[in-house]
T-cell receptor, first 111, second 116 residues
Framework: TQLLEQSPQFLSIQEGENLTVYCNSSSVFSSLQWYRQEPGEGPVLLVTVVTGGEVKKLKRLTFQFGDARKDSSLHITAAQPGDTGLYLCAGFSGGYNKLIFGAGTRLAVHP | GAVVSQHPSWVICKSGTSVKIECRSLDFQATTMFWYRQFPKQSLMLMATSNEGSKATYEQGVEKDKFLINHASLTLSTLTVTSAHPEDSSFYIC????????????FGPGTRLTVL
């Protein structure tokens, strides 16, 4: 069974600070995705990383896929209160392109 | 972008009753739909995968007789929680794929089920 471990589980920081969230697995994934979910809503896709070593930037968010395609990281620069939410990594597994989600990192950015 | 809707957005029911949740792809044909369950402070757990016109494939530990899934058309899938109990209270989220070449899943806004 492919598992994705995320760390940290919780993160509470002040506005303007930088942070990194990690997503690790012992299995190789063809691609990994990062989602952001707000309370009472479905997750929204932020990015998909496909190639080992790939780096993608989305404004203040930087996503990296490990060379071996077993891990990924999300770095947020100068966090803002609007970044508050649950960040989930997910990888495709098995038939029918099933998505396996990590446990999530709950981020709170205080003004 | 692709839009997926869910109805109702929230429902409260008595223990022992059945509840039906609808998932619709509004602007594309979804060949595959997925149903997830999310308990408070936890991540999404896949319950089942359904392809239009086929029986759903359930994940290990999910009772297929309790969680009935119907995917009768390319734009609609339904999840019926039969004989609901308080422990079934959760946030149920569907997703649909079939639009993007990379099989990207588009998520609905979720349905909050509370069983009294």
């Amino acid at each position: 069974t492919q598992l994705l471990e995320q760390s940290p589980q919780f993160l509470s920081i002040q506005e303007g600070e930088n942070l990194t969230v990690y997503c690790n697995s012992s299995s190789v994934f063809s691609s990994l995705q990062w989602y952001r979910q707000e309370p009472g809503e479905g997750p929204v896709l932020l990015v998909t990383v496909v190639t080992g070593g790939e780096v993608k930037k989305l404004k203040r968010l930087t996503f990296q896929f490990g060379d071996a395609r077993k891990d990924s990281s999300l770095h947020i620069t100068a966090a803002q209160p609007g970044d508050t939410g649950l960040y989930l990594c997910a990888g495709f597994s098995g038939g029918y392109n099933k998505l396996i989600f990590g446990a999530g990192t709950r981020l709170a950015v205080h003004p | 972008g692709a839009v997926v809707s869910q109805h109702p957005s929230w429902v409260i029911c008595k223990s022992g009753t059945s509840v039906k949740i609808e998932c619709r792809s509004l602007d594309f044909q979804a060949t595959t739909m997925f149903w997830y369950r999310q308990f408070p402070k936890q991540s999404l757990m896949l319950m089942a995968t359904s392809n239009e016109g086929s029986k759903a494939t359930y994940e290990q530990g999910v009772e297929k007789d309790k969680f009935l899934i119907n995917h009768a058309s390319l734009t609609l899938s339904t999840l019926t929680v039969t004989s609901a109990h308080p422990e079934d209270s959760s946030f149920y989220i569907c997703s649909a794929s079939g639009l993007a070449e990379n099989n990207e899943q588009f998520f609905g806004p979720g349905t909050r089920l509370t069983v009294l």
